[in-house]
Protein backbone atom coordinates (compact mmCIF):
# COMPACT_ATOMS: atom_id res chain seq x y z
CA UNK A 1 0.00 0.00 0.00
CA UNK A 2 1.73 3.35 -0.97
CA UNK A 3 1.68 6.16 1.60
CA UNK A 4 3.57 9.62 2.28
CA UNK A 5 5.60 10.27 5.02
CA UNK A 6 5.29 14.53 5.25
CA UNK A 7 8.84 15.78 7.66
CA UNK A 8 8.58 18.67 9.84
CA UNK A 9 10.20 20.54 7.03
CA UNK A 10 7.95 19.84 4.25
CA UNK A 11 9.79 17.40 2.83
CA UNK A 12 7.91 14.42 1.28
CA UNK A 13 9.05 10.90 1.60
CA UNK A 14 6.60 8.25 -0.57
CA UNK A 15 7.05 4.78 1.03
CA UNK A 16 5.39 1.36 0.37
CA UNK A 17 3.93 -0.66 3.63
CA UNK A 18 1.96 -3.99 3.50
CA UNK A 19 -1.07 -3.34 4.73
CA UNK A 20 -1.68 -5.89 7.24
CA UNK A 21 1.72 -4.70 8.92
CA UNK A 22 0.58 -0.99 9.19
CA UNK A 23 -3.48 -2.35 10.88
CA UNK A 24 -1.41 -4.24 12.72
CA UNK A 25 0.42 -1.24 13.98
CA UNK A 26 -2.69 1.33 14.44
CA UNK A 27 -4.76 -1.65 16.18
CA UNK A 28 -3.12 -1.32 19.40
CA UNK A 29 -4.32 0.40 22.66
CA UNK A 30 -3.40 4.06 21.15
CA UNK A 31 -5.66 3.25 17.69
CA UNK A 32 -5.13 6.11 14.98
CA UNK A 33 -3.17 8.00 17.56
CA UNK A 34 -0.51 5.88 17.92
CA UNK A 35 2.96 7.37 17.63
CA UNK A 36 4.30 5.48 14.58
CA UNK A 37 8.53 4.45 14.22
CA UNK A 38 8.95 5.12 10.13
CA UNK A 39 12.38 3.71 9.36
CA UNK A 40 12.74 4.30 5.34
CA UNK A 41 14.35 1.91 3.15
CA UNK A 42 18.09 2.99 3.00
CA UNK A 43 18.23 4.62 6.55
CA UNK A 44 18.54 3.59 9.97
CA UNK A 45 16.93 6.20 12.19
CA UNK A 46 13.40 6.13 12.74
CA UNK A 47 10.71 8.99 12.83
CA UNK A 48 8.45 9.65 14.86
CA UNK A 49 4.93 10.22 12.59
CA UNK A 50 1.32 10.55 13.37
CA UNK A 51 -1.56 9.42 10.86
CA UNK A 52 -2.39 13.00 9.33
CA UNK A 53 -4.68 10.92 6.74
CA UNK A 54 -5.97 7.80 4.81
CA UNK A 55 -8.19 6.84 2.01
CA UNK A 56 -10.57 3.70 2.05
CA UNK A 57 -11.97 1.76 -0.53
CA UNK A 58 -15.74 2.67 -0.39
CA UNK A 59 -16.65 -1.04 -1.22
CA UNK A 60 -14.29 -3.38 0.72
CA UNK A 61 -12.97 -0.95 3.43
CA UNK A 62 -8.95 -1.22 2.25
CA UNK A 63 -6.65 0.47 3.25
CA UNK A 64 -5.35 2.30 -0.38
CA UNK A 65 -3.49 5.23 0.46
CA UNK A 66 -2.19 6.56 3.91
CA UNK A 67 -0.10 10.26 4.69
CA UNK A 68 1.97 9.98 7.80
CA UNK A 69 3.20 13.40 9.57
CA UNK A 70 6.55 13.32 11.44
CA UNK A 71 6.15 14.88 14.81
CA UNK A 72 8.61 15.62 17.78
CA UNK A 73 7.55 14.17 20.82
CA UNK A 74 9.33 17.73 22.58
CA UNK A 75 6.38 19.38 20.79
CA UNK A 76 3.05 19.98 20.98
CA UNK A 77 0.48 18.69 17.96
CA UNK A 78 -3.01 19.53 17.46
CA UNK A 79 -5.41 16.49 17.16
CA UNK A 80 -9.22 15.84 16.85
CA UNK A 81 -10.13 13.13 19.35
CA UNK A 82 -13.39 11.31 19.50
CA UNK A 83 -15.91 11.45 22.64
CA UNK A 84 -17.70 8.73 24.11
CA UNK A 85 -21.00 8.79 25.99
CA UNK A 86 -20.63 7.05 29.33
CA UNK A 87 -23.51 5.77 31.27
CA UNK A 88 -27.25 6.37 30.64
CA UNK A 89 -28.69 9.47 30.94
CA UNK A 90 -31.64 9.95 33.68
CA UNK A 91 -33.80 11.34 31.36
CA UNK A 92 -33.92 8.21 28.81
CA UNK A 93 -35.75 6.43 31.96
CA UNK A 94 -38.55 9.19 31.36
CA UNK A 95 -38.95 8.53 27.62
CA UNK A 96 -36.37 11.59 26.92
CA UNK A 97 -34.01 11.37 23.76
CA UNK A 98 -30.19 11.36 24.58
CA UNK A 99 -28.90 13.13 21.28
CA UNK A 100 -24.88 13.80 20.73
CA UNK A 101 -24.46 16.93 18.85
CA UNK A 102 -20.69 16.50 18.68
CA UNK A 103 -18.59 13.65 18.73
CA UNK A 104 -15.07 14.64 18.33
CA UNK A 105 -13.20 17.86 19.53
CA UNK A 106 -10.20 19.37 18.69
CA UNK A 107 -7.07 19.19 21.18
CA UNK A 108 -3.19 20.34 21.75
CA UNK A 109 -0.52 18.18 23.47
CA UNK A 110 2.33 16.91 23.30
CA UNK A 111 2.27 13.63 21.01
CA UNK A 112 2.55 11.22 23.65
CA UNK A 113 -0.47 12.89 25.92
CA UNK A 114 -2.74 12.48 23.25
CA UNK A 115 -5.70 10.87 24.51
CA UNK A 116 -7.17 8.00 22.60
CA UNK A 117 -10.57 9.12 23.52
CA UNK A 118 -12.52 10.81 25.73
CA UNK A 119 -14.98 10.01 28.00
CA UNK A 120 -18.55 12.21 28.88
CA UNK A 121 -20.70 10.84 31.77
CA UNK A 122 -24.43 11.34 30.98
CA UNK A 123 -26.01 9.72 33.87
CA UNK A 124 -27.05 12.31 35.65
CA UNK A 125 -28.73 14.54 32.49
CA UNK A 126 -32.94 14.95 33.00
CA UNK A 127 -35.23 15.80 30.23
CA UNK A 128 -34.05 19.61 29.15
CA UNK A 129 -30.29 19.08 30.16
CA UNK A 130 -27.28 19.79 27.76
CA UNK A 131 -23.51 19.00 28.42
CA UNK A 132 -20.83 21.34 26.64
CA UNK A 133 -17.41 21.27 26.37
CA UNK A 134 -16.68 23.07 29.60
CA UNK A 135 -18.38 20.37 31.58
CA UNK A 136 -15.62 17.63 29.86
CA UNK A 137 -13.17 16.40 32.39
CA UNK A 138 -9.79 18.40 31.23
CA UNK A 139 -6.61 15.96 31.50
CA UNK A 140 -3.35 17.24 32.35
CA UNK A 141 -1.08 18.42 29.75
CA UNK A 142 -4.11 18.47 27.29
CA UNK A 143 -5.64 21.98 26.19
CA UNK A 144 -8.89 22.06 24.49
CA UNK A 145 -9.11 24.02 20.97
CA UNK A 146 -13.16 24.26 20.77
CA UNK A 147 -15.31 26.69 22.27
CA UNK A 148 -16.12 25.97 25.74
CA UNK A 149 -19.67 26.65 25.27
CA UNK A 150 -19.90 23.88 22.41
CA UNK A 151 -22.83 21.99 22.79
CA UNK A 152 -21.95 17.94 23.46
CA UNK A 153 -25.34 16.24 24.38
CA UNK A 154 -28.79 17.51 25.32
CA UNK A 155 -31.37 15.06 26.43
CA UNK A 156 -35.15 16.22 24.84
CA UNK A 157 -38.46 15.36 25.69
CA UNK A 158 -40.20 12.44 23.73
CA UNK A 159 -41.74 13.59 20.47
CA UNK A 160 -45.59 12.68 21.02
CA UNK A 161 -47.55 11.41 18.09
CA UNK A 162 -51.21 13.28 17.66
CA UNK A 163 -53.83 11.82 15.83
CA UNK A 164 -55.74 14.40 13.57
CA UNK A 165 -58.94 14.75 14.72
CA UNK A 166 -61.53 13.83 12.54
CA UNK A 167 -64.72 15.88 12.33
CA UNK A 168 -68.59 14.74 12.11
CA UNK A 169 -70.35 14.37 8.83
CA UNK A 170 -73.39 15.24 8.91
CA UNK A 171 -75.64 12.30 8.03
CA UNK A 172 -74.41 8.65 7.59
CA UNK A 173 -72.70 7.15 4.70
CA UNK A 174 -75.33 6.01 2.20
CA UNK A 175 -78.22 8.20 4.07
CA UNK A 176 -79.99 10.01 1.19
CA UNK A 177 -80.38 13.84 1.91
CA UNK A 178 -83.61 15.25 4.63
CA UNK A 179 -86.69 16.37 2.33
CA UNK A 180 -86.90 19.85 1.30
CA UNK A 181 -82.80 20.31 1.33
CA UNK A 182 -81.31 20.54 -1.57
CA UNK A 183 -79.27 17.40 -2.98
CA UNK A 184 -75.28 18.28 -3.22
CA UNK A 185 -75.17 17.46 -6.64
CA UNK A 186 -78.16 19.30 -7.94
CA UNK A 187 -77.29 22.97 -6.72
CA UNK A 188 -79.93 25.14 -4.84
CA UNK A 189 -82.59 26.26 -7.05
CA UNK A 190 -82.17 24.34 -9.81
CA UNK A 191 -85.49 22.41 -9.61
CA UNK A 192 -87.55 25.93 -9.45
CA UNK A 193 -85.90 27.32 -12.37
CA UNK A 194 -87.49 26.99 -16.00
CA UNK A 195 -85.85 25.33 -18.38
CA UNK A 196 -84.35 26.83 -21.19
CA UNK A 197 -85.92 27.07 -24.32
CA UNK A 198 -84.39 24.13 -26.91
CA UNK A 199 -82.97 25.18 -29.87
CA UNK A 200 -85.84 24.62 -31.81
CA UNK A 201 -88.33 26.70 -29.51
CA UNK A 202 -86.03 29.09 -29.79
CA UNK A 203 -86.01 29.48 -33.52
CA UNK A 204 -90.28 29.46 -33.63
CA UNK A 205 -90.20 32.19 -31.34
CA UNK A 206 -87.65 34.05 -33.67
CA UNK A 207 -90.29 33.47 -36.44
CA UNK A 208 -93.26 34.21 -34.83
CA UNK A 209 -91.77 37.92 -34.05
CA UNK A 210 -90.53 38.36 -37.66
Do not use: W
Not at 100 to 110: C, D, G, K, P, S
Not at 173 to 184: F, I, N, Q, T, W
Amino acid sequence: MPGVLYGNGGTAHPFCIEERQLRRALTGDHGLHAILDVVLEGQQKAHHAVVKDYQLDPTRAQLLHIDLHEVRLDQTIQSNVVIELVGEAAGQKEGGVLSQIHREVRVEALPMEVPDHLELDVSEMVIGDSLRLSDLKLQDGVQFLDDPDMVLATVSPPTKMEEPEVEAVEGEEGEEGVEGEPSEEQPEGAADAPAEPSADAAGEEQNVEG
